[in-house]
């Protein structure tokens, strides 16, 4: 069997984000690093491959984005991961979470995994909803926001929160899993599997070589155009106290209280 | 210009408050651009002619009733792509939650529409609605234009507000659908489990919240003190519940309660966008945070960084003594 996930390169979380006012895109410019809710997916899939429920073969790390993006892959086997796979193609860039997600798909035909895997959301364009967008093409069966994955029945047995409370899914396969950042703790790579990341098989795709209708991608393919950026409405900035002497600290804290009545 | 349909969530014989506040939204909506809005629902027994009846109140014109599983997004998607097939909805609008993302996500995969999540508002340019969504940690708010035969507006929860009193009781049409083969591949095991104490956070006029940053299980203990003098409850957010840390009752966010205490206390708590839906709309807030960059400084009306395990026991003997005297 194969597991293919889904990661992401994202700027770092310290640098600060910002659209580029030319052109209406997230600036992607600048440090970035793994998506890290994808390294949960990355660590649901050895898990399961380490289990030996399932007999896992392979575990491809897959993504889509420029020349740059290559990193993320590099993180991803250093996790793992035992081959990657990178669609890249000027066509692609400026896709909404639609397009992209209809682009994934397409890639992952080509590799025909059992399990597709990623997780719950990447930090910087908040898309839930990608893995949902993939599996509809794929006409796979999909869950997200999973925090429990047990192999049940040749299937897998999800356990989620949803509006009412914790939710237990059955889900045969093939299938599209998201995962939560509580699902497990990811595991630091070695040095010795960071050094030998790039020694490990890594294919390259463009749009065609998937057979992406590059009507359907890019800024011209999107069904959504958010070109126009405003402020919100400003909120007042609140007091901020940096705590250097508690007892201090603690007193200005129990007058705010006492100004206001709370206590 | 076709309607606007809407997905109701409902669960034992209720309809879920996001929901209605989507139907209500897209009444308005409709009214100003010159057509109507319908409900969807798709479920058992409990969806009864009177309960969907009720949606006409908050302004449906007609409610497709769908007999079918609850709970999971997919078969809901074999719905909604054949109930718009043949009555040609342009819009779809979703009031939140974890569902509402899924079964968006997915239709606009199955009619290669466009969707936005996240939405705050929405509102009429030139004939067509345009939605309106919070980014980068609500810094900015993205303006989305749809192109094409349909768009999807996948609401923040608590974004539209409920408005009964609109009309008569709606239409209801019988709908049969055949769900995909991937549809039931999946199938609920047990839906809404609810695990550790029944706890009531929802009346409290102080909450006391913990998050990640308590550390351990047991640095709830330092919220549970301080909750005891301050005369409130504590509360907590998805990733320590879902770490068994605390019940699942006592959970604020995108997931779990929405709340509006007079205090609003956070320790521990980064401030993610799931967390601050269900708490900003608290009178006072106060966050207390060793990370000077978390982004509940940005609205909280009192912050504090420093460490929360020196401050807070100090800060439960100053209210006590403060109380006392």
Not at chain 2, 2 to 25: D, F, P, Q, R, T
Not at chain 2, 41 to 58: I, N, S
Request: with cysteine.
């Amino acid at each position: 069997m194969k597991i293919c996930v889904l990661v992401k390169e994202v700027p770092d979380a310290a640098v600060e984000k910002r659209i580029d006012p030319s052109t209406g895109r997230m600036d992607r410019s600048g440090e970035k690093n793994l998506n890290p809710y994808d390294t949960h997916a990355i660590e649901a899939a050895m898990q399961l491959k380490e289990g030996g429920a399932l007999q896992i073969d392979e575990v491809v790390a897959v993504t889509m984005g420029p020349e740059t993006a290559v990193r993320a892959l590099h993180k991803a086997v250093s996790l793992g991961a035992d081959r990657s796979l990178h669609l890249s193609d000027d066509a692609l860039a400026g896709s909404d979470v639609a397009a992209t997600g209809y682009a994934l798909a397409k890639a992952l035909e080509k590799e025909q995994p059992d399990i597709v895997l990623l997780g719950q959301q990447s930090d910087d364009g908040e898309c839930y909803t990608i893995g949902a967008v993939v599996a509809d093409h794929l006409r796979a069966p999909s869950l997200t926001q999973v925090i429990k994955l047990d192999v049940v029945d040749g299937g897998l047995r999800c356990e989620r929160q949803a509006e009412y409370g914790y939710d237990t899914v059955q889900v045969g396969l093939p299938a599209v899993i998201s995962v939560g950042d509580a699902i497990n703790e990811p595991r630091y790579p070695s040095l010795k599997a960071i050094m030998g990341a790039k020694k490990k098989p890594l294919e390259k795709a463009a749009a065609g070589d998937v057979g992406i209708d590059t009507s359907l991608v890019g800024a011209d393919g999107s069904r959504v155009q958010c070109g126009e950026f405003k402020a919100p409405p400003a909120k007042s900035a609140g007091t901020i106290i940096e705590d250097e002497d508690t007892d201090a600290t603690v007193e200005q804290i129990v007058a705010w209280l006492d100004e206001r009545k709370l206590i | 210009m076709g309607g606007i349909l809407v997905y109701v969530l409902h669960y034992e014989g209720a309809l879920n408050k996001n929901s209605l506040g989507a139907v209500s939204e897209a009444a308005k909506l409709a009214g100003e651009l010159g057509t109507t809005a319908d409900a969807i629902v798709v479920g058992g027994a409990d969806l009864t002619p009177e309960l969907l009846g009720t949606l006409g109140d908050y302004g449906a014109s007609k409610v497709y009733k769908v007999e079918g599983p609850e709970g999971l997004a997919q078969p809901v998607i074999d719905a909604m792509d054949k109930v718009i097939g043949e009555n040609g909805h342009s819009y779809v609008i979703f009031g939140g939650g974890l569902l509402g993302f899924e079964i968006g996500a997915g239709l606009a995969a199955r009619r290669q529409a466009g969707v936005t999540m996240e939405v705050t508002g929405v509102v009429v340019e030139g004939g067509k609605l345009v939605a309106e969504r919070p980014i980068l940690g609500d810094s900015q708010i993205s303006r989305s234009h749809y192109q094409g035969d349909l768009g999807i507006i996948i609401g923040r929860i608590n974004a539209f507000e409920v408005k009964g009193g609109q009309g008569g009781a709606a239409e209801i049409v019988d709908t049969a659908v055949e769900f995909s083969p991937w549809s039931t591949q999946a199938s609920m095991v047990q839906r809404g489990e609810q695990r550790g104490a029944d706890v009531n956070i929802e009346d409290a006029n102080v909450l006391v919240a913990g998050g990640r940053g308590l550390g351990k299980a047991e640095g709830f203990q330092l919220c549970e003190d301080l909750a005891g003098v301050l005369g409130g409850a504590v509360a907590a957010t998805r990733a320590v519940v879902d770490a068994g840390w605390y019940p699942y009752a006592a959970q604020i966010g995108q997931t779990g309660k929405s709340v509006a205490p007079k205090l609003y206390l956070a320790a521990g708590i980064s401030g993610a966008i799931q967390h601050k839906v269900g708490m900003q709309a608290s009178e006072n807030i106060v966050a207390i945070n060793k990370d000077a960059n978390a982004p509940i400084f940005e609205f909280s009306d009192l912050g504090i960084v420093g460490d929360l395990n020196k401050i807070l026991p100090k800060l439960t003997e100053a209210v006590k003594a403060k109380k006392g005297g």
